[in-house]
């Protein structure tokens, strides 16, 4: 069961309205590598998981991600407070308030007319949270590369975030917030290792050879080799001819059908057939210049 | 530049019609973790990438993701052929086929009756693709962490969908396709690895103390020390005081405001203010029997 | 800051996995009348709330819809909890897999081999969670009276669950989830008349006389009067051309332009000009049997 | 049956074309408070109402909803007209053209580059509009409520709309659309207390006591008591320890399952174990400076 | 404006409730090809077109297809009324009423306890509605020829729902929901054609030669020539090298960057080079079995 | 099978950096008619595909557009190469950067903040792509009806991006793009009318007399005739009463119900009647000035 306590995990001291920047902020809070994205991505699976000491991991971080949600939300809250005030009260002339919606810039008029000023559950572009955006799968394996990505993720947009904000103290929050998302890719690798194997996931093995092949499907100038397609690791397809119908087939597909079926797709197909060796009129033959004499 | 040739990269013989089967595999077509994710993940990393190897390798995988895409499309539409004739030729009569839509089960309805028979991007429950599940941010030693993840769930779902097949062609193929992932798994790491270091991701270093903190968010019977949260590695904040207002400030939030501001906020306070010490009487009271008596 | 205690807000004892019935519980996980969409409506607007009253109010239910959503999910993972294990592990045939799958109806198909049993960000029908569900604009006179219907809306999804549900441990739990919505839709109804005025919410007034019609569009056999539409409270207008172009205007619609773009739209309509007074050749005409003959 | 007359509801004069503007009037056509979601949040509850006096009324409001929508959608269609024209026949200098896009901000690139100009069902930061705005959910006394919350947000977001609008034209048609909102509340109002009794919503009663509990559930600097927690209607639960479990249970979690189950849940349990006792070396220590020579 | 009369378009005679049809019905009226995103799709396109024929022919078939909304929502209601009577008032036993749910089939059970057996704006599977089926962009010549091909789809899927029907009575109302969009493609047929010309779209002209030129990307067993490639009409480049670099360059990308930025990029690429020369340790092969022995 | 090489199809020069001229160019990236789009929608058609010369056709087309991704792709990579690097190594003051970010205006600062200067499929108003956009449905005669209406839109999306363009190696790429789309629509023209007949679409014949019927249901000043609802081609309906109840019945609904259901439902009806001959006080009356002194 969650509680709350009023105090933040972190205080948040910002020194200027400003709604432009509170919509960048809303990244974090509404956006696909933000807050509420890894509260539900861990809560989720901790809800599953029958390993008690990841349950118990994965509950702690969640619960650590709302609290990331309250200071990253409070920040937008306090960026957007002045605005808020004069919009819904209407104390500035009409043009004034156009010029100040307009003049703030990164759709932050949708979070002023729309939202009243309030943090919502959007990127800063303004596309609506969805859960499209948690990967879990319920395979602790991946569950817990997937943290992991997402955590470094998480840490990259918050850099990008203090890249651009000169307020000291949404700096200092987002600095905290950023720090956190390396503490817990930690936790999350610490727990991945703890397991072992951990690699291949899950339990069925993969099917040789095909599980040391590299396919050098794109060719062309700018062709490279490294440690991930190298000899000592893989066996380098270069081939076009060997790259097609791997395995033992010639790279056809087939289905057996009952006798009605293939009557029924042959019908089909013959009456939607196209004639090959016909030369037909067209609509945009109708429609343009030249065919407007052929066609009429 | 892309070019194609009509042979799969691995066959496709699938022993029988059952559109239901085919509904599964869709997870794999449209779904999260399918192949147009994967495609179209590594895809978008190469066009902005500045190394050259990678470039080269994600343009490989990303184009043998495409035909993966192809591949599995090619079962959906084998084991769709007969379903598709059959309703679009009206073959058979209104109630055999009403039967036959609903004795498939698994929302395969959907794809008769709205695509066709034909491989939709939707997943095997009807969610239309979006691109949220395109997790790349530009960040080399992000994206390849979610490409790792990405990889491992994929190879999980494939795992899924061969422990519920029968058919002894589709296991084959779904028996590569998951055995890819394996492959390109393994290429995504050396990727990664090869880059040094990668840990934290991104320029901006992790603040002290915080990168090495622990908040026991989650208290209560089945509390546990693990290598995630242990003391070699970790401060363990256990107690409730200690992780609120972390930092020198007060777990509170405030903002600089405009005299101009403070009044239109003030204003909006007071209009909307709620009296605490009021007893109203309100539409549920009305709305309820022992209200509606107070409330007339 | 959020904390977290091991023990639910109220105990889930399960008869026996029901994967099918699972899936119907998923309504109130990740549907639009679900825990989440709660806890999220009342959270954001605590963080922008002025009124202090309120935002108290607002941070004990959002906090307790947390809890919520922890045991609705909970009952979720136990109800999926056997069908994860076997197929994770394989340990049936796959005959029995897929006839298991298909057999529990209900989408659960997705829940098993998408999200491995673990409970999802869906509704019952596999739809993604979207924040387009939280309604909060943050206008406390207008967010109560979202939070009243929602609380509502959520008492009757509940009820509905109850009526489906024979498992006595799970109807238990769904009863206490059922009975916290009415009682926190008496809070939000409290709070609302604790503002006075409230009605109408904002503000501006509204345009006389306009506030107090009511105009029958819909006519015909079925027309009803009610106090919805009484002459005591409302001009009823029922007259076609009363109906249009209320106020002084004639319904028509204008826009001045500058002659440059006077100019642009009126080439942008030659050009596009169709011409009444032909008859000509389509497509269509070509396409159909009587138009071949016409059209080549 | 739907009819159409030519003449709009009300009248529609704009002085100036304002590509901006019209961009914000977007909230309103497909935004999640505009009219589109209030006709089809009407129209779907008539279809399968039983009470003809509310089918009646539903119809009627729904009908004039979508007569708002025709000049909301005039509104912004004017406001575009001469970007319209400008863009489509490539009259200006790119460079002008590039300048007055970027120019008009609001994203109203998104409105003439793909839009055409056109009003499109898009809200006023681009989200598609989708059908998740719509709550109805066949219960009337918990659909009346949410007509009512819906109609008092409209009513706010034309408030806004007005307050940064200084075109007379368009602020005179946004007003008269903002007061049909106060009127359509009203009728939604007198509706619900028709029934007898409205609350709670449904057939099944709440489950005694938790009906009339309040769980403080925040708490710290902050706490209220207010009539929506008061001692007189609730009972104020503030211990943390009688907030967790209630009613007779533990607060913890069980599901009864097979032999089979039991054995698979098992195995993957050990399939996937973490040894809390490791101390494993990791990816992160790997990628780091540190770890690097550690791990290899 | 739009008015309504309270008897259908076209009568509505069921013979008996079936909720897994009502869901299948739901494809029509919530669908991608269904009646709500037609009406959408013509009534946005008539208020910005300024030809004055075509603006009334959209308004006329926009508001018949809202009437068509109107028929088929009511042989979903009326297809679902028994089911909604009986899951609200809870009139069977509990075990009873969640066989008939699981036994409807097709996803009626989110009908049911989510939408109250009411129609929503959602499809067959349960997807939302989202205007991202409306594809109008504000130009005629397109904009019709979308609407063409949208009447076309509409009649198939009709078609394939008179397919799978028994019931008399919706059969006849299906079979004139049918017929409309045959003639409705016939109308939009005729007024695509009175412009002229109407083929390529817009004014820029086509680029020479490419508008000639036919691409044989995929190559092998299958390829085919015909009307749509042939040499009579187009130029056909089979030769891989000639497909590449079309037009006077190499095939390659530049930007013209400034020295600032220049010298971040090269810091970037810098900063996340990868080793091709190293043979880095993964997590991967501290995950498996062999590489734990090298790795730690 | 796809194979991949790394010269484009056409090359792209970028004369400077442009972060929001990048973010126009999205629209046809991940925009609906953009290529992304174009490709699925071919070659999820391919797939299913009876039809050798189709096949071949949409396989071709389905390949080059892929192609044209990567045109696009890499313009929008080009036109952000400078950004990227210097917000993602914060070489410049934050202030400076945050003036960038705002000063580019169009929604570019969510490319560079959440996407690194990457592509990503999203629409240059940031909405992510949906598989929504794609309307194959898999009968070949609405296929290519679709198709064609689809190159027609992104011809011109392409022609609006030239007139805003005015670095040459930008319009010069776009022309080609824009000229494609012109050749392909051509291409589905020609296989839509190889096919014979293709009008109407499918098998079922449509109903008399309603094929050749045209309701006037918009009437009023600005009422047209035209071929599209000639007296040649059809039965021109203006009586409102002759619109409705077209063919034998009255224009009602009915569906018969059993015992057990029309009792539940008239259960559901009395408990939820509503007292037309009430004047209830409601909540509304309690928020408004006049209202409390009635309801307290």
């Known amino acids: 069961m969650f509680s709350h306590n009023k105090r933040l995990q972190y205080s948040v001291h910002v020194n200027e309205c400003n709604p432009a920047l509170a919509n960048l902020m809303l990244e974090q809070f509404g956006g696909p590598q933000g807050e ?54 209407g104390v500035a002339q009409e043009a004034e308030l156009f010029r100040s919606l307009q003049g703030a810039g990164n759709d932050s008029h949708v979070t002023q007319v729309l939202y009243g000023g309030g943090p919502a559950l959007i990127n800063s572009g303004g596309q609506l949270w969805t859960a499209g955006y948690v990967d879990s799968i319920g395979e602790p394996t991946c569950d817990l590369r997937s943290n992991i990505a997402a955590e470094a993720r998480a840490k990259i947009v918050y850099e990008r975030l203090i890249n651009v904000t000169t307020d000291p103290g949404v700096r200092d929050a987002l600095g905290f917030l950023m720090t956190r998302e390396v503490s817990h890719q930690k ?9 072992e194997p951990n690699f291949p996931p899950g339990k069925l093995p993969p099917v040789k050879p095909f599980d040391k092949v590299y396919v050098n499907t794109s060719q062309g100038e700018g062709d490279m080799r490294g440690p991930w397609n ?27 059908m009952t006798q009605a079926q293939s009557r029924a797709v042959e019908a089909m197909a013959q009456r939607t057939a196209s004639d090959p060796d016909s030369d037909p009129t067209t609509g945009a033959d109708l429609g343009s210049a030249q065919g407007k004499s052929n066609g009429r």
Chains 1, 2, 3, 4, 5, 6 share one sequence.
């Open 36 to 89: 509420l994205a890894a509260a539900m991505r861990y809560f989720t699976q901790a809800l599953a998981e029958e390993d008690p000491g990841r349950k118990d991991m994965l509950l702690d971080i969640a619960t650590e991600e709302l609290s990331h949600l309250e200071v990253i939300g409070t920040i937008v809250a306090m960026l957007n407070r002045g605005a808020k005030g004069e919009l819904a009260e």
């Open 230 to 256: 190298s000899d000592e690791h893989f066996t380098y397809v270069d081939d076009r001819e060997a790259q097609r119908a791997m395995g033992d087939g010639q790279g056809d597909a087939s289905v057996k």
């Open 187 to 195: 936790s999350f690798e610490k727990a991945l290792y703890a397991i």
